[in-house]
Nanobody, 116 residues
Framework: QVQLVESGGGLVQPGQSLRLSCTASGFTFSNYAMNWYRQAPGKERELVAT????????TYADSVKGRFTISRDNAKNTMYLQMNSLKPEDTAVYYCKVRLSGMDYWGKGTLVTVSS
């Protein structure tokens, strides 16, 4: 079965960095684009970044452009989100997602808290 497991979240101070990982199983990872989403308390889930199958194309939400970098290692079935210059407004649960045959599969998320 499809499984996505996020890790790497935690509590950091503003301006610091974190790297999130999403390890996938149950499907051919290299055949699918992947996404990072986040959901802040009291807000709707929003798309943060997308990466193409081979990793050659990426897109970002305006709010994270220039600070976050999405990448993937298809040999390890793993996607990453490098988050630099973190701000309090980046506080959220971060999820990875893949769409397979029209169905969305989500991980359980990892909490990122940015606070002084």
């Amino acid at each position: 079965q499809v499984q996505l497991v996020e890790s790497g979240g935690g509590l950091v101070q503003p301006g610091q960095s974190l790297r999130l990982s999403c390890t996938a199983s149950g499907f051919t990872f290299s055949n699918y684009a992947m996404n990072w989403y986040r959901q802040a308390p009291g807000k709707e889930r929003e798309l943060v970044a997308t990466i193409s199958r081979a990793g050659s194309s990426t897109t970002y939400a305006d709010s994270v452009k220039g600070r976050f970098t999405i990448s993937r290692d298809n040999a390890k079935n793993t996607m990453y989100l490098q988050m630099n210059s973190l701000k309090p407004e980046d506080t959220a649960v971060y999820y990875c997602k893949v769409r397979l045959s029209g169905m969305d599969y989500w991980g359980k998320g990892t909490l990122v808290t940015v606070s002084s």
